[in-house]
């Protein structure tokens, strides 16, 4: 069978007439409420575009209209795919479009993937739906699209249930699973949001690789301007449902016409840190960490964590092996300063944060405001001193609990005794630190976490924080799950935070941006190791492993 057959919609539809989609006045409501306002877009066969625009902005309710995916939505305008007008289509027609000649990446996979059902399933039941394949034929080729797509033992890998998989896996399972039936469009809503630089770059290169292969169409969903940079050729930016810039991509990066592109563009965090104590007139050891120094707030020895695993065969019957997530590593942060995490997913950096907050037991030694870390009488008092910040701000804020209870739900635990009018002020306080106000928010203690956007969220997971008034902040990936602006606003909170309040951070971290904007001294972890610390300059300007070389050049 050649290749044409196998695949239909291959280069031979780059030569077709016209436009393969055509949107034109698209306008999409809740309620009577405008949200998309508007858009006109059109995508070329075999064309990568990309739709830019922060969080709100409208730009996945536009890809998810186009599939009549937008549950209790008044949608009008015109689309036209291919002489067929999508937003007049029946639903039993466009099940017929779905998967099959439009194809779309979701966000977030944990969630886009049923965790019910083995990876290899989902995707031969697509193949089932709608190339009518029989099970065994599907179950085929499913393997050899996971193959296709870089997934290390596929055969095996198929069996495997969504959490099973790794952080890098799991996109490419969904790519596996959208091109399973050659789309002549493919539609890709932040498909590499969340991963880290050397992964996005990895899954950037894969969806070049299948568009130029298969000759399909790619509207690329995103906040990131880099990877606009790297991947389109034209790009739409969006903002508050309407489109206020397009053109060829070099064009609108280098000179952005309209206000609001060239915010986004300026958005890159810049670097603002208190430089303390000079740590070249200290000694350092052959990690690079400073000896010699005061006021360390966190200090690790050789530290370890270790994980039972299951042994294969009838030994597994009988005992249990040992996984090694962290090894043997040591740091120290001193106070007012920024230690920063940086590795691939399964480097063992967010592990290393879980021993730091007392929250995964350890080998080695770990000593926090000078005591021993997870013994003794003292952790209760010493554990108000180390408060986290997770990645997610809308997952870890609870949606059932209103501002004063999220905020000051520490003052329960910590300070019993306050009265609800200091409770009360206490909380306020502690949400004017991080600029958020009852002037600007009317009736800010009695809302929810979803009447606020991802950056006011993480304010409020910040405001938690603060509360206690605590002299360490582990921050797990704090800017992952925002766009670009909420990035840079954030990372210039915690900057400011740091200097009125001599905050110390461990910053866990995939972004080089953020770290070169907030680290003082920083760790390069691979397989549980450190295999490369210092100051931020030396290791970032002039990396010597290869692992953090490769680090680099992919965030650049």
Known sequence: MTKQELNPNSNSQLNLPGPL???RDLKISFGGHPVVRGVNLQIERG?????????GSGKTLTALSLLGLVRGAQVSGHCDFEGRDLLNMRESALRGIRGREIAM??????????PLFTVGDQIAEVLQLKMAMSPKQAWQKAIDLMNETGIAQAQVRARSYPHQLSGGQRPRVMIAMALACRPKLLLADEPTTALDASLRLQILELLERFQS?????VLLITHDLNLVKSFATRVLVMEKGLVVEEGNVRDVMRTPQHPYTRRLVDSVPLRSVVETLDDTSQGEDSMGVCVNAPEYVMQASGLSVHYPVPMEGFKGWFKRGRFTAVQNVSFQLRAGQTLGVVGESGSGKSTLALASLGLQPFEGALRVMGQEWGKGQHM??????????????????????TVIEIVGEGLGVHAPDLNLHERRSRVLSALSDVGLTQNEFPNILERYPHEFSGGQRQRLAIARALILDPKVLVLDEPTSALDVTSQKQVVQLLQGLQRTKGFSYLLITHDMAVIKALAHRVIVMKDGCVIEAGRVERVLMDP????????VKASN
């Open 47 to 55: 064309s990568r575009v990309a739709l830019v625009g922060e969080s």
């Open 105 to 114: 990446i979701f966000q977030e996979p944990m969630t886009a993937l049923n």
């Open 213 to 217: 292969e298969y000759g399909m169409a």
């Open 380 to 401: 209760r008092s010493l554990r108000a001193k180390v408060q986290v910040v997770f990645q997610d701000p809308f997952s870890s804020l609870s949606p059932r609990m």
């Open 544 to 551: 010597q492993d290869p692992y953090t070389q490769l680090l």
């Open 21 to 23: 989609l055509s949107a």
